[in-house]
């Protein structure tokens, strides 16, 4: 399957969770991805990943490792500030990564070889102890997005670097450079978003001053066409910010 449209199916399927009540069967999971071929273990890890988004899959016995333990040295981090919604979040998070145990150096490096193989049931205990790694590196970067929506840009990240080849030599250091990739291409995309925006905004109301500039003088009337000239626009546009003004 094409990984833009497998990370698009997720995102959606999450989407859909969330206006349900948090709750989806897993029969809807499954006609999700029909015309996909998803072996049953595959389909065990998307389970967990909505599990990890906070949505129940009914229908579906969770695995014995679908909540994440805390890899050693690894504690989530705590924004300075939190909204009242990621404060739940956090706690909510941290609640079950403290009744889990840290996995070992030995039992990371054995899931990294088996994950090498090929293993899928590797690849998930992989991503389940990586969770809190993905909460930590998304409260480290300060947004207005919330931290639910970072986290899951983080997992979607990790899931796509389990899945390519992990490397010989820092697989962990391949992990956490893939998931601070991922939620700093979200937050670029939100900024680039916000500039786009603010400069909507001070495009108009530039021109809204110079449209009223020129209409200012009652005694003068210039039509639509007129305005375009002058000011070097589309008719659409003055159109459009001569009804902003209320001057048509």
């Given at each position: 399957?094409?990984?833009?449209?497998?990370?698009?199916?997720?995102?959606?399927?999450?989407?859909?969770?969330?206006?349900?009540k948090?709750?989806?069967?897993r029969?809807?999971?499954?006609?999700?991805?029909?015309?996909?071929?998803?072996?049953?273990?595959?389909l065990?890890?998307?389970?967990?990943?909505?599990?990890?988004?906070?949505?129940?899959?009914?229908?579906?016995?969770?695995?014995?490792?679908?909540?994440?333990?805390l890899?050693s040295?690894?504690?989530?981090?705590?924004p300075?500030?939190?909204?009242?919604?990621?404060?739940?979040?956090?706690?909510?998070?941290?609640?079950?990564?403290?009744?889990?145990?840290?996995?070992?150096?030995?039992?990371?490096?054995?899931?990294?070889?088996?994950?090498?193989?090929?293993?899928?049931?590797?690849?998930?205990?992989?991503?389940?102890?990586?969770?809190?790694?993905?909460?930590?590196?998304?409260?480290?970067?300060?947004s207005?997005?919330?931290?639910?929506?970072?986290?899951?840009?983080?997992?979607?990240?990790?899931?796509?670097?389990?899945?390519?080849?992990?490397?010989?030599?820092?697989?962990?250091?391949?992990?956490?450079?893939?998931?601070?990739?991922?939620?700093?291409?979200?937050?670029?995309?939100?900024?680039r978003?916000?500039?786009e925006?603010?400069?909507l905004v001070?495009?108009?109301?530039?021109?809204?001053?110079?449209?009223?500039?020129?209409?200012?003088?009652?005694?003068?009337?210039?039509?639509?066409e007129?305005?375009?000239?002058?000011?070097d626009?589309?008719?659409?546009?003055?159109?459009d910010?001569?009804?902003?003004?209320?001057?048509?």
């Open positions: 399957m094409d990984q833009t449209i497998f990370q698009q199916k997720l995102k959606d399927l999450v989407i859909l969770g969330s206006q349900n948090k709750q989806l069967h029969e809807v999971i499954e006609s999700f991805f029909q015309e996909d071929g998803l072996r049953a273990d595959q065990d890890l998307v389970f967990d990943y909505l599990r990890s988004q906070g949505i129940r899959v009914m229908g579906a016995s969770p695995s014995p490792s679908s909540l994440p333990p890899s040295g690894e504690t989530p981090g705590e300075a500030a939190l909204s009242p919604e990621d404060e739940r979040t956090l706690k909510e998070y941290r609640e079950l990564f403290s009744s889990r145990p840290a996995l070992t150096p030995g039992e990371k490096e054995q899931l990294f070889r088996d994950a090498r193989e090929g293993a899928a049931n590797a690849r998930q205990k992989l991503a389940e102890a990586y969770l809190p790694l993905i909460v930590e590196l998304s409260c480290a970067f300060p207005a997005i919330s931290l639910q929506d970072k986290i899951q840009e983080g997992s979607l990240g990790l899931w796509m670097a389990l899945e390519k080849d992990l490397p010989a030599e820092n697989p962990e250091e391949y992990l956490r450079t893939a998931v601070s990739e991922s939620i700093s291409s979200l937050l670029a995309s939100e900024n978003q916000k500039q925006d603010n400069y001070e495009r108009v109301r530039s021109l809204e001053a110079r449209v009223r500039e020129l209409t200012e003088d009652e005694e003068i009337k210039y039509s639509v007129e305005l375009s000239a002058f000011l626009m589309d008719a659409e546009e003055i159109q910010i001569l009804k902003l003004t209320g001057e048509n």
